[in-house]
């Protein structure tokens, strides 16, 4: 069963997203599931995760420290030009800006570790960047806009600590009491997982399939623009960070700065307006071909 799932991986999250576009009312329903998906995929990363490299990563904080400032100032300015070249109206614009500023997908360090990066690195990456959203974001949009999203401050810390420091402790009283169960589920990792993304994928697609759907000439110019989120950054940050820090680090950088959580982003702006989650829900069907290139191309990428 671990096999055939590790196998078909990417089909599987790929069904999810089908699901999610043409059987959006189950999915829908299935929205209660995605925090815990979220917190059993956390589970699996942690047990990969050598707490001693952590500090080691935390002493060295330029890396560190270059991913924030290009996660909240370097890449949101070049797609807030990119947005006025494609003549989005200020909806569009702050739509697009929404999704740019999202925070590292918390599942990155899960796909560092598939593809042999720094997971220790992406682990503390995701932490730091999603620790400054709820503060961040919503500076950064006044600023760019001079308009105010009320952003769920103490729902995205409540989320961080459940999904990250939770497991950690669960892991570390798993690995001094119940070996056996560590190294069960350890032998399950495939299966467990891909049926997790699953739901995530298909739960998330459905809160926005009708817009997504919709092919209008302003979702075509935000999947184009969604392609280069997804894509774009992700290529470009790996070959440049090539140039300066080891492969393993590289691809930790890479992905952990350029893959966004736009299902929390889209999850806020559904709240304010539809069309303001548009982009980040086009981001997070991108996510699907993303993966799926990850899990067939992981030696190579």
Known sequence: MDALAKKYFSLIIALGALLGLFLPSIGISLKFLVLPSLFILMIFTVLKIDFYKIVHSIKKPIPLITAVMLSYIVIPAVFYLLSMLFSLDENAKLSVMLSILAPTILSAPYFVSIMKGNVEFSFVLSVVITLLAPVLIPLELYYIFETSINFPFMKVFETI????????????????????????????????????????????????????????????????????????????????????????????????????????????????????????????????????????????I
């Not at 992905?255 to 959580?261: E, L, M, Q, R, T």
């Not at 699907?288 to 190579?300: R, S």
């Open 161 to 300: 600590f459940i999904i990250i420091f939770i497991p950690i402790v669960i892991v570390q009283i798993m690995k001094r009491l119940c070996i056996n169960l560590v190294l069960g589920l350890s032998s399950h990792e495939s299966s467990i997982t891909a049926f997790m993304f699953f739901i995530f994928i298909f739960a998330v697609i459905s809160v926005n399939s009708h817009e997504i759907l919709n092919m209008s000439g302003l979702v075509i110019t935000l999947l184009m623009i969604g392609v280069l989120q997804e894509f774009g950054i992700f290529i470009i940050l790996r070959k440049i960070s090539k140039l300066f820090m080891s492969d393993k680090m590289s691809k930790s950088f890479a992905f952990s700065v350029g893959i966004k959580n736009t299902a929390l982003t889209a999850g806020v702006a559904i709240h304010t307006s539809n069309e303001l989650a548009l982009a980040s829900s086009i981001v997070v069907l991108l996510h699907v071909p993303m993966f799926a290139w990850i899990m067939h191309k992981k030696e190579k």
